[in-house]
């Protein structure tokens, strides 16, 4: 019973450093996700993808770029890590948009120095 | 743009008291709502779905009830107990927007 997993789950990055994570999901799902989640800010979504090959924008997606190779994998990267990214990124899937359950990975917790 | 607010923030109530969470929300052609409880350092579990055509939904000690009309979802957990002790968020579908999450502590 495998769900989501995030790697790694713990980075310390310095400032202008690039680094990539990943997200797995072995339910099949079409959409996947990428929140970040910061205190007194809640979950803002980053990225998401509809399927495989795709991705699109969500709320804050400045500094980041994913990818979605395969169906089960979503990456995503960080280019020129900056102090503001310092924060817990969760990935997440789910088999339809709206209407169904979305499933999360433990998360990754990012530090950048 | 969705707006989704959680009240209280914070709740702390002595084990074996029943309680209510709110939940509301700006915009209400939402297509389902979402409860998740997560635990410190985790991630989120999904608790309940309720689609936009239904009222409410039941699993075991929690019920969490839907009203589109008036923007509000509740959450309700009876006779609670230490290991409910979360914190518990929302999450309005459509463009999927969580709230902040209100952290609950259930005392022995």
């Known amino acids: 019973n495998a769900g989501v997993t995030q790697t790694p789950k713990f980075r310390v990055l310095k400032t202008g450093q690039s680094m990539t994570l990943l997200c797995a999901q072995d339910?099949?799902?079409?959409?996947m996700y990428w929140y970040r989640q910061d205190p007194g800010m809640g979950l803002r979504l980053i990225h998401y993808s509809v399927g495989e090959g795709t991705t699109a924008k969500g709320e804050v997606p400045d500094g980041y770029n994913v990818s979605r190779l395969k169906k089960q994998n979503f990456l995503l990267g960080l280019e020129s890590a900056a102090p503001s990214q310092t924060s817990v990124y969760f990935c997440?899937?789910?088999?339809?948009?709206?209407?169904?359950?979305?499933?999360f990975g433990e998360g990754s917790r990012l530090t950048v120095l | 743009k969705q707006e989704v607010t959680q009240i209280p923030a914070a709740l702390s109530v002595p084990e074996g008291e029943n309680l209510v969470l709110n939940c509301s929300f700006t915009?209400?052609?939402?297509?389902?709502l979402q409860w998740f409880r997560q635990d410190p350092g985790k991630g989120l579990t999904s608790l309940l779905l309720?689609?936009?055509?239904?009222r409410e939904q039941t699993s075991g000690r929690l019920n969490a009830s839907l009203d589109k009309s008036s923007g509000r979802s509740t959450l309700y957990i009876a006779a609670s107990q230490p290991g409910d002790s979360a914190t518990y968020l929302c999450?309005?579908?459509?463009?999927?927007?969580f709230g902040a999450g209100t952290i609950l502590r259930v005392k022995s």
């Open positions: 915009d209400s052609a939402i297509y389902n």
């Open positions: 339910m099949n799902h079409e959409y």
């Open positions: 997440a899937s789910s088999a339809l948009r709206g209407a169904g359950e979305l499933f």
């Open positions: 309720i689609q936009s055509s239904q």
């Open positions: 999450a309005a579908w459509r463009e999927l927007v």
